[in-house]
């Protein structure tokens, strides 16, 4: 059983630009759901992907938005970067509709800095 | 709105001293809670969940409805129990579930 990967590991981007991070879910799983992690705070809930579309959206402005592709596997794009976006992005798989199942597993994150 | 509190933002312990790190929740309907665990340098993963009601490592949590409550303890703590713990709540809103998590606890078992 293969689990959550992101990538990438680590980024630097300047403020106004654009960033794509990538999710690959654990096996098995149908559905993605996307967190931000900023320092010394718990994950806060930005929006989760089921069957490709959006199935829920946290307290993120538009210009947070995602993908879910066939394969399960999901982005995370963020446009128009701030210096608050700073963070760490976890992605986290579950397969929906299976209430054991409904667990979410965690990728190992990744970091972005914005200068 | 859904919410969760972990009061201590470090918990200092010796080993082999019973541990307890507090987690009280607010949600309107009937919630699941869970126990997530960051290792230095791992990922974020699943202690315990309290509809399975077993014990991993060691701990233990009850979901006390009354209090509002979900604590998780462990009688003698270990030094390699030492690390970030985040408690969750899942709520299904809109027929997806979500997870919101406390600003988490350090756990420090000192030898």
């Known amino acids: 059983e293969t689990g959550v990967t992101q990538s990438p590991t680590h980024l630097i981007k300047t403020r106004g630009q654009q960033v794509t991070l990538r999710c690959s879910s654990q096996?098995?799983?149908?559905?993605v759901s996307w967190y931000q992690q900023a320092l010394g705070q718990g994950p806060q809930f930005i929006f989760q992907?089921?069957?490709?579309?959006?199935?829920g959206r946290g307290n993120f402005p538009p210009r947070f938005s995602g993908l879910q592709f066939p394969n399960y596997s999901s982005e995370l794009n963020v446009n128009a970067l701030e210096l608050d976006d700073s963070a760490l992005y976890l992605c986290a798989s579950s397969r929906n509709g299976d209430r054991e199942e409904e667990t979410q597993y965690f990728g190992p994150g990744t970091r972005l800095l914005v200068l | 709105a859904q919410r969760v509190t972990q009061p201590e933002k470090l918990l200092s312990v010796f080993k082999g001293a019973p541990v307890e790190l507090k987690c009280n929740y607010s949600y309107s309907g009937s919630p699941e809670l869970f126990w997530y665990v960051q290792y230095s340098r791992q990922r974020l993963q699943l202690l315990l969940r309290h509809i399975s009601r077993e014990s991993i490592k060691g701990f233990t949590a009850d979901l006390n409805k009354g209090e509002t409550s979900f604590h998780l303890k462990k009688p003698f703590a270990q030094e390699e129990d030492s690390a970030m713990y985040y408690c969750?709540?899942?709520?299904?809103?809109?027929?997806?579930?979500?997870?919101?998590f406390g600003k988490g606890t350090m756990l420090l078992v000192s030898p």
């Open positions: 992907y089921y069957r490709e579309e959006e199935n």
């Open positions: 096996s098995g799983h149908n559905t």
């Open positions: 969750a709540l899942s709520g299904s809103n809109s027929g997806y579930s979500t997870l919101t």
